[in-house]
Structures are given as C-alpha cells and as structure tokens.
C-alpha cells in the first residue's frame, strides 16, 4: 500500500498467528517462509490444577506436523493411582478398545516392574506421585490415517523412592485424531503444566 516499504529478499520479521503461535519469517523474493531455527516448534501448553483429567484443546494435531513431543509435569495428590490416556477428535475422547500399551520401570527400593495390556479402552503411563512426576514422550501420527503411536519416559518421586521408566503404545485402527486426554483414577487429582511441540519435517 501507500508508503509501506518495498520488500526485499532477506528481510526478516515476526509474526504471530491467531493461535498464539509465533515465528520468524523471511522474504524469499516472493513470500514469507518461517525461519525454524529448531526441529522442535512450540504448540501449546498451559497449568492445570487439581484436576482428575485434562484434555489439549482442539487441533492440536494438524496435517501441519506428523509427529508430536509432548512434556508433562506436576504432582497429584495422592501417590499410586493409575494414569492412562486416551486420544481424541473433534471433542471427544476415543474410548473403544483399540489401546495397546506397556510400561517398564524401575525404583530406587524395588527390582523392575513390569505391566501392559492389549484391547483396553486408554493408554498405560503409570501411577500418580504426590511429591513430582515428569511424563516426556512422542506421539507419533495422530492426524495420519495410519496406526497411531506413542513412546517415552517417565520420572516419579515416591513418598520413600525414585522411580523412572519408558512406556510406549499402539492404537490399532487407523482413526485421525487432532488432540489428548490424561486421565487420573480414583479420584486422585493432578497440579501441574503441559507442553506440546511439533516436529518439522525438514
């Protein structure tokens, strides 16, 4: 428009979009292309407090990325009742039984401990802590209509031990989902923070 600067190849700005989602762009000649200076692009995150489950909003899992780092942490406010997740579209959470999952962990008091399980209805990722837990894992493919995955660690501090590990699963139908839901039992409530980054393809 009127006296607006003339682009030139290599200029740089910043932008946000209307998802809150901020990048580094360049002027190739012909268009803006985001400058990644990582592999890992930032999505969304946030706090939740003493909450029995939790859900990412809606579209976190675009057609943009095919597979997903997600981090979460906190404390819930009794030790030792299961957390599962389940994965979800357009609002709702998918309860049918097409989960597959195991987790294997160790502990600073006791040997190796060993569970999974096949045609259930969410995905294993262990047991609450009171005192800190930390959940890091990738899932891989979620919005691919191919079987979706999802593998990582786990890090617990118990009343009276330490305890880490790796879990990972498989949904065996080939369902396209755009989000993820945690879910504690029994009651048991869960403070603490999520984040979700994007892998770039290239």
Known sequence: GTGEKTLAEGQLCYVENLTGVAQLQYYDGAAWVSLSGSGLVYLTGTSVSAVTSFSLPNSTFTSTYRNYRVIIEGACSADNSAIT?????????????????????????????????????????????????????????????????????????LATEYMTGSFGGFFSATTQFDALSVIVAGGTTFTGTYRVYGYADS
């Open 85 to 157: 997740m389940r994965l979800r579209a357009s609002g709702t959470d998918n309860s049918t039984t097409n989960y597959a999952s195991t987790i294997s962990s160790a502990s600073t008091t006791s040997v190796a401990r060993l569970a999974g399980g096949g045609g259930e209805t969410s995905w294993r990722c262990g047991n609450s802590s009171n005192t800190k837990q930390v959940f890091c894992f990738d899932l891989l493919a979620p919005q691919v209509a191919v079987n979706s995955a999802f593998s990582g660690t786990l890090d617990s501090v």
